[in-house]
């Protein structure tokens, strides 16, 4: 069963490229005391997240800090070398990309997306959701293969 609104983050961890390589963030720790938003995608490099998914966010930043978001990160079952990439490649300097390479984080928010029959293994499901301190206030969810609920452009307009 996944996470509703008004759940708290389960405890966790995902990665980050630091100044000096790999850092694992504590995902209480990350989350306390600030309101997140934060963006789900299937896999970096991919046809939709690259096109549309990561790009509206990038382009709508200032937009989320002007409703009061401290921070947006976009989270996905890749490794932290993969999401650097990806980030430098659409200019998401400003996001926090997030790597769950084992998915051990999104399984246990129950948001994980088997994709084997792709050759993708099991990845996160496409999804936004707004966290203050912990506590997730909004969740969009997409049914598998959709795009619409999660774009920046949809949850800008719901803040």
């Not at 299937?42 to 709508?60: E, R």
């Not at 989270?75 to 084992?102: E, I, P, R, T």
């Amino acid at each position: 069963m996944s996470l509703q609104m008004g759940d708290m983050l389960p405890y966790g961890s995902f990665q980050v490229m630091g100044s000096e390589g790999p850092e694992t963030v504590d995902v209480t720790e990350f989350f306390a005391n600030k309101k997140v938003l934060m963006f789900a995608v299937p896999g970096a490099f991919t046809p939709t997240c690259s096109a549309s998914h990561l790009p509206g966010y990038v382009v709508h930043y200032d937009a989320f800090k002007e409703k009061g978001v401290d921070e947006v990160v976009c989270l996905s079952v890749n490794d932290v070398f993969v999401m650097n990439a990806w980030g430098k490649a659409h200019n998401a300097d400003k996001l926090v990309m997030a790597a769950d390479g084992l998915a051990e984080f999104t399984s246990s928010m129950g948001l994980e997306l088997d994709i084997s029959a792709a050759k993708m293994g099991i990845r996160s499901r496409r999804y936004a959701m707004l966290v203050e301190n912990g506590i997730i206030q909004e969740l969009w969810l997409e049914e598998p293969g959709e795009f619409k609920v999660s774009s920046a452009e949809y949850v800008l307009g719901q803040l």
